[in-house]
C-alpha cells in the first residue's frame, strides 16, 4: 500500500475491497439465504454486460436483509471479479466504524459522488438506496411503496457516468422487523431546543419499532432480523434519451427521468406484491 493510500480516509479507498474476505463469508449468507430467509429471487438475467448504476429499495432497518441478499446472489452469479461498489450512509463510518470497516471489505463504499465517479471510473457498477435511512426505517404500513426521500442525485450520477439504471426490488424485509412510525421531526424540534443528539450526528429518522433484540425500539438502533421470507427481483434496464454532464444539469430533464425511475420501479413492486399475495 503507498504512503497516499495509507493516508486515504475509511470508505473512500476502492482497494479496501478484499476479494478473499467475500470468498470467507459466503457460507454463511448462503445459509441466511436458503434457511433463514428462504430468498426467492428472479430477474438476474436483466443484467447488462457492461457497467450499470444498481438502485434499489430497501427495508429491515440497520440490518438491511435484502441488501445483503441481493449481493449474496451478485457473488453466487458473478463472482468477485466483476466489480461493484454499494454506496453506504456516510454516518455509519462514524457511528458504526467497525461494522464499516467489514462492509468496506465487501465493497462497500462511502455514498460520495466522488467515489462513487471513482468506482465507475474503475470499470466496476455502483450499487445504490437511494431513499437512505429514511427508506430502510419506513413505516411498516408504506411497506409496498417506493420511495427515495426526493433524492436526485442518483439521477445525475447515472446521466453523467452514461450508463443504464437497473432497479432492485424486493418484498419480505419489512416483516423483519416492525416499524410503527417515525417520530424525527419531534425529536428534530427537541434538538433544536437544545437537547444534543447521540454521537453528535443527525439521524434523519427516529423510529420505534417491534423487533429483536429489543422488543419494543426507541430510535435508529440496530436490529436482528426475523427469518421470515424474503423475495428480491432485478428489473429491466433504464435507458434514458440524453447522457452526459449537460443532461445531468438539466433539473426539468433530470426531474423527467426521477420520475420515470420513481413510476417504473412501483410498477414492479406493485407487481411483485401480487404475485406473492
Not at 17 to 32: A, G, N, T, V
Not at 94 to 100: E, G, I, L, P, Q
Not at 112 to 141: M, N, W
Not at 162 to 187: C, N, Q, R, W
Request: aromatic share 14%; hydrophobic share 40%; glycine share 8%.
Amino acid at each position: 500500500m503507498s504512503q497516499n493510500q495509507t493516508n486515504i480516509r475509511p470508505g473512500w479507498s476502492l482497494e479496501e475491497r478484499d476479494p478473499k474476505f467475500i470468498e470467507s463469508i459466503m457460507p454463511f449468507l448462503e445459509w441466511l439465504y436458503r434457511y433463514y430467509f428462504r430468498v426467492q429471487t428472479d430477474g438476474w438475467h436483466h443484467v447488462p454486460q457492461g457497467q450499470a448504476l444498481f438502485v434499489g429499495s430497501h427495508n429491515g432497518g440497520l440490518a438491511s436483509p435484502d441488501t445483503g441478499m441481493m449481493m449474496y446472489d451478485w457473488f453466487r452469479l458473478f463472482g468477485t471479479e466483476r466489480l461493484i461498489y454499494g454506496l453506504m450512509h456516510h454516518s455509519a463510518w462514524k457511528v458504526y466504524s467497525n461494522t464499516a470497516q467489514l462492509a468496506a471489505k465487501a465493497g462497500a463504499i462511502i455514498a460520495r459522488p466522488k467515489t462513487a465517479i471513482a468506482a465507475f471510473e474503475k470499470g466496476a457498477s455502483v450499487l445504490v438506496y437511494p431513499g437512505g435511512a429514511q427508506d430502510v426505517f419506513r413505516p411498516h404500513s408504506q411497506r409496498d411503496k417506493i420511495y427515495f426521500a426526493e433524492r436526485r442525485g442518483f439521477i445525475k450520477l447515472a446521466l453523467r457516468a452514461e450508463v443504464p439504471i437497473v432497479p432492485l426490488i424486493s418484498k419480505g424485509a419489512h416483516d423483519t422487523l416492525f416499524v410503527l412510525a417515525d417520530f424525527y421531526e419531534t425529536m428534530k424540534q427537541l434538538h433544536e431546543w437544545g437537547m444534543p443528539w447521540l454521537f453528535d450526528i443527525d439521524p434523519e429518522v427516529f423510529p420505534i419499532y417491534l423487533g429483536l433484540p429489543w422488543g419494543l425500539a426507541i430510535g435508529p438502533l440496530p436490529n436482528i432480523p426475523l427469518p421470515t421470507p424474503i423475495y428480491t427481483r432485478v428489473c429491466p434496464p433504464i435507458v434514458f434519451d440524453r447522457y452526459g454532464i449537460e443532461a445531468a444539469s438539466d433539473r426539468a430533464y433530470v426531474e423527467d427521468c426521477y420520475h420515470l425511475v420513481l413510476t417504473q420501479m412501483q410498477q414492479q413492486l406493485d407487481r411483485l406484491f401480487a404475485e406473492t399475495a
